[in-house]
């Protein structure tokens, strides 16, 4: 415990009750964290299996992990819970299914299979183009979930008809839900709640499971997960969460950074630490992050100081138009890089939204410079790995109706729309799945002969797998399952090379490998899974992680402001400082421009060494070529921390800037 300051190691050895570290970024709440869970192991004897520590993404929680293994024996961490939310929901659904009314081998569906169920119910609701309208549902149905109500509440509390209407919707979504034995992603916190409400003594049992929780990001919390947070501390509260107020950006997904000030309220002797010095970025860079927030209102002062230097200058980097701005930043990393001798993972790139990147990362690659995209195109997301990730749905689930349409005609059946669509209606007018429907179907489904005959030899070799799954070593099975549907001709019909092809089918044999090591894994010890669990969790992880790719590899980091928080860099680039980018337009027509701002304060505080903020003065908009404003945000750093470069007029107008700032340092200097 050494080197932490006497705030930090207050934090961590506090025991006598319910803790909340509230600071500024940078200031050592992630580590007092994984501090705490090596002190509670080591010094007060609590087994590693009965602490849990949340956060939410799953960069974040395995790099606490990583972090925690480095501070603790293995023999005695082990047991212990360091994951998401979303993790530690499936984990408690998975045991807790019968209770639930679900069968094991449930599915989850993904925000792309939820859609599609949500579009299904609505064509056959005569809802006629769903279109952006889609969208629009699923985000209500969820917030409405994160926020604990249930279809009956949302029917009953609809302010209009649009909400009426979508209340329907979402009761049959969720009976839909259930009737394919699948829960969606808001299903994971959502259901254990309404579980514990309603049986003390499942309650009980997790409540014996987890003695001592530990919340990272708390300020992220939704209602459902602070419920969950508040059902499992209960009066014992023997919890320490930690956050920071200023960089809640996830209200938009149901976050209440209230949820900091109630837990005073339902927790009175709540112990509040707050911690001031941070040791991540230089003093220039923490000024400017201090001034930019200082623009927002303040429930809780912060101050954060810092004891390394002073550093470089904010670069704010003008740039002719977008295609400058990206080959400007690829040519800064290479320019760095070689003068300073660093590495390519030195350097992380931050932009408002996914689509800003597609053009960068064409600059990078004419630079051939490494890099990783974070919400790009992940593992999971390919294609291949889509289906073979369906097939293994189906496999275990076989009611999984989204499963069952991917592959029923991957490779090519010969089995066309017009008789899924019969087997569709006929189980819908059952209530059953597509698959269980199979079994008896009959004339009346008006399926012709031959579609029933291809259907029933599908469904007939999808039985006889699902058996030899159970009954064999699962991973032959799953390898003879690729070569049984001639997997890999399939591939070199539908890629442009064979060499494509190759990389595809090596990418399926990586998935059944990644199979094979989750079973390994456990084995022999309490931790033992069996196939099924092994692929559930395998699709919670293709859930997670279609933002989040493994990779440790020599590369520039290319990821959102919003994906970029709890990460640090040395050097850190925010692309596209621009009104309508950054603050984005919604929020500026919204007029929400706090939230902006403290994502703006998360992207300045990810750097450590140096901080360079780009802009394009024109940038192509509906095809269009417009002249861009500079963000407001550049207006709200101090002047003597940045330093302006650009070309043409604006040089001169920087150049006054900096004259201005050169002065005022100068007179500040002389004490005047
Ligand atoms: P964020 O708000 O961005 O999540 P945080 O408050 O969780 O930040 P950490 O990530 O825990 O901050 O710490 C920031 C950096 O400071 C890390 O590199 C960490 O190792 C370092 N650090 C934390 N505490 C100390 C300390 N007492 N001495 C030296 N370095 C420290
Ligand atoms: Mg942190």
């Known amino acids: 415990m050494s080197n932490l300051n006497p705030r930090q190691r207050e934090a961590v050895h506090y025991v006598d009750g319910p803790l909340l570290v509230l600071a500024g970024a940078g200031s050592g709440k992630t580590s007092v964290i994984t501090r705490k869970m090596a002190y509670l192991i080591e010094q007060v004897g609590i087994p590693g299996r009965n602490i849990a520590a949340l956060t939410f993404t799953n960069k974040a929680a395995r790099e606490m992990k990583e972090r925690v293994s480095r501070l603790v024996d293995r023999k005695l961490a082990r047991g212990l819970t360091v994951s998401t939310f979303h993790n530690l929901g499936l984990n408690m659904i998975r045991q807790e299914h019968a209770h639930l009314g679900y069968h094991p081998g449930f599915s989850l569906f993904d925000a792309e299979d939820a859609k599609a169920l949500l579009q299904d119910l609505m064509l056959t609701d005569g809802s006629a183009d769903a279109g952006d309208e889609l969208s629009d549902i699923q985000m209500t149905i969820s917030n409405w979930k994160n926020a604990m109500r249930s279809p009956g509440e949302a029917l009953s509390k609809a302010a209009d008809e649009r909400e009426q209407r979508i209340a329907i919707i979402y009761n049959k979504y969720n009976q839909y839900l259930k009737a394919y034995n699948a829960v969606d992603f808001d299903d994971l916190i959502l259901l254990p709640v309404q579980l514990f409400r309603e049986c003390p003594d499942i309650l009980t049992k997790w409540r014996r499971k987890i003695r001592y929780l530990l919340v990272d990001e708390y300020q992220d919390t939704n209602v459902c997960q602070y419920e969950l947070v508040k059902l499992l501390v209960a009066d014992r509260a023997a919890f320490t969460v930690v956050g920071d107020d200023d960089q809640s950006i996830y209200a938009w997904r149901g976050a209440r950074p209230e949820n900091l000030a109630q837990l005073k309220e339902d927790f009175p002797s709540l112990k509040i630490t707050k911690l001031e010095q941070n040791y991540r970025s230089t003093s220039r860079i923490l000024r400017c992050a201090n001034t930019v927030i200082a623009n927002n209102p303040h429930v809780f002062e912060k101050a954060l100081w810092s004891e390394h230097t002073i550093g470089d200058e904010i670069r704010i980097i003008r740039c002719r138009n977008e295609d400058a701005e990206c080959e400007r930043v690829a040519s800064e990393i290479i320019d ?170 090596a990418n399926i044999w990586y998935l059944v490998d990644s199979v094979q090591r989750m079973l390994d894994d456990g084995k022999g010890t309490a931790d033992e899974i069996g196939i099924e669990d092994a692929i559930s969790k395998l699709i919670l992880r293709d859930m997670m992680e279609q933002r989040e790719e493994e990779d440790d590899s020599d590369k520039v980091q290319l990821l959102t402001l919003h994906a970029s928080k709890g990460l640090e860099f040395p050097h850190v680039f925010i692309m596209g400082l621009e009104e309508e980018i950054l603050p984005h337009r919604t929020s500026i027509e919204e007029g929400n421009i706090e939230e902006e701002r403290r994502l703006m304060y998360v992207g300045i505080t990810r750097a450590r060494e140096t901080l360079s903020l780009t802009y394009a003065a024109q940038r192509k908009q509906y095809g269009e070529k417009i002249e861009t404003i500079p963000s407001r945000f550049l207006d709200e750093l101090p002047e003597e921390d940045i330093r302006w470069e650009g070309q043409g007029d604006l040089d001169v107008e920087a150049n006054q800037k900096k004259g201005k700032a050169t002065l005022s340092a100068l007179l500040g200097d002389l004490g005047v």
């Open 336 to 505: 760095q890089k070689l003068k300073q001798g660093l590495e390519f993972r030195d350097f992380a790139v931050l932009y408002r939204g996914n689509h800003q990147a597609r053009l960068l990362e064409m600059k990078l690659q004419a630079y051939q410079i490494p890099y990783r995209l974070s919400g790009g195109q992940s593992f999971f997301s390919k294609t291949e790995i889509k289906d073979a990730m369906s097939y293994l749905r189906l496999l275990i689930n076989p009611d999984d109706d989204a499963a069952f349409l991917r592959v029923v005609n991957v490779p090519r059946r010969e089995i066309g729309p017009r008789t899924l669509e019969q087997l569709s209606h006929y189980a819908r007018s059952r209530n059953v799945s597509m698959f269980r429907a199979l079994s008896d179907l009959g004339a009346e489904s008006h399926v012709t002969e031959k579609g029933l005959d291809r259907l029933r030899r599908f469904a007939h070799w999808v039985d006889n797998t699902c058996r030899r799954l159970h009954e064999e070593d699962p991973i032959p099975v799953i390898k003879q399952l690729f070569t049984d549907i001639e997997y890999e001709e399939w591939l070199h019909q539908h890629s442009g090379t064979p060499k494509q092809a190759e990389r595809r089918m």
